[in-house]
């Protein structure tokens, strides 16, 4: 028998029930308690396994949640995704990862595979979305959740913090500091979270009747921040502080600050992060930064995705969770300003 193949056809025989009985029991539908312990010994003496994959070709449902990621270069994402995997897991879902740099085809390819496998739900992480592709999605009846990324206009459900009220408290905290040349590596401008923390930034140094010294889109690449660095640093009206778009590129800021520059921070320039990501607190970066509030972002995902695919008729919704300013060793910090 374990030469072969074991089928739920070879269970239903050993235990003496029909095979839809034994289907029943392994999708978790109603049986007798006497018919599920004839299943489940029978099946662990064949060493029958059952094939979610293929109940859900057949059913059209699984209990598959497929996660979308664009990179996993910024420590932040790694952290995510485990979080949101133990996190479904805990509710019975399984999770399959896919991988797409934000490239329309290379999305669209990805959730096309991810529908193929009839997966419950969809979760995107950074990856934006088209209008088409989410209403194809929805025609499928797959709901979309995004987490760290917004889409313009209605249709799709958003995780995000509060990028434009983040951006404006770190101006409000460097201005308080003292700073008259305050630099901004954004993020990408071709995504919500680099535009949005941008925009809160600005509106929060016009308020005190200032404007970025310069702006420059960091593409939450390291090798583009330290390039942007070197380009600040060289200015005649060289910042006293930069606000960096995320702690990945901030990572990167600092080093050519310290080791290619000979600068150093926050002594000639304050360098606040964005994100939190358990790197920022080590004693080589020591990085102030923005804490996205991960735990309640994820928790809000999961939420918002199973309420979805348990009710097809729930409207969706955008949720901007705010976050704290982490104070660290790498900005001046103004004199009375606590955690």
Not at 50 to 62: E, F, W
Not at 72 to 89: I, T, V
Not at 145 to 174: E, H, K, P, W
């Amino acid at each position: 028998m374990h030469k072969n193949k074991v089928t739920s056809l070879h269970v239903a025989q050993r235990a003496g029930v029909s095979q839809s009985a034994v289907s029943r029991v392994f999708s978790g539908a109603s049986a007798s308690a006497l018919t599920v312990s004839k299943v489940r010994k029978a099946a662990e003496h064949l060493g029958y396994r059952p094939n979610p994959l293929a109940r859900a070709m057949i059913t059209g449902k699984s209990k598959i949640i497929g996660l979308v990621v664009a990179y996993l270069d910024n420590q932040f994402y790694p952290l995510a995704l485990e979080r949101l995997s133990n996190a479904l897991k805990t509710q019975g879902y399984h999770v399959l990862i896919f991988m797409a740099p934000n490239d329309e085809e290379a999305v669209e390819q990805v959730v096309h595979d991810l529908m193929d496998y009839q997966v419950a739900g969809i979760i995107t992480a950074s990856v934006g979305m088209t209008n088409d592709l989410t209403r194809r999605c929805a025609d499928a009846g797959i709901p979309i959740v995004m987490f760290n990324r917004g889409q313009d206009g209605g249709g799709i459900s958003s995780i995000t913090s509060a990028n434009v009220a983040g951006g404006a408290q770190i101006a409000t905290f460097l201005v308080a500091g003292g700073h008259k040349r305050i630099a901004h590596i954004a993020g990408w401008n071709g995504s919500s979270t680099g535009r949005d923390r941008r925009r809160g930034f600005i509106e929060g140094l016009v308020a005190y009747d200032m404007s970025p010294t310069a702006i420059i889109d960091g593409h939450f690449d390291q090798a583009i921040a330290a390039q942007a660095t070197r380009d600040l640093m060289a200015r005649a009206d060289a910042p006293d502080a930069i606000f960096v778009g995320n702690d990945h590129m901030a990572f990167a800021v600092m080093d050519t600050l310290r080791t290619e520059l000979g600068l150093s921070i926050p002594k000639d320039v304050s360098v606040v992060g964005y994100d939190d990501v358990p790197l920022a607190a080590w004693a080589a970066y020591d990085l102030t930064t923005l804490r996205q509030p991960l735990n309640r972002m994820i928790e809000a995902t999961v939420d918002t995705l199973l309420g979805q695919i348990g009710d097809a008729s729930r409207p969706s919704q955008k949720i901007e969770i705010e976050g704290p300013l982490i104070l660290r060793g790498s900005a001046h910090i103004p004199k009375g300003w606590t955690q």
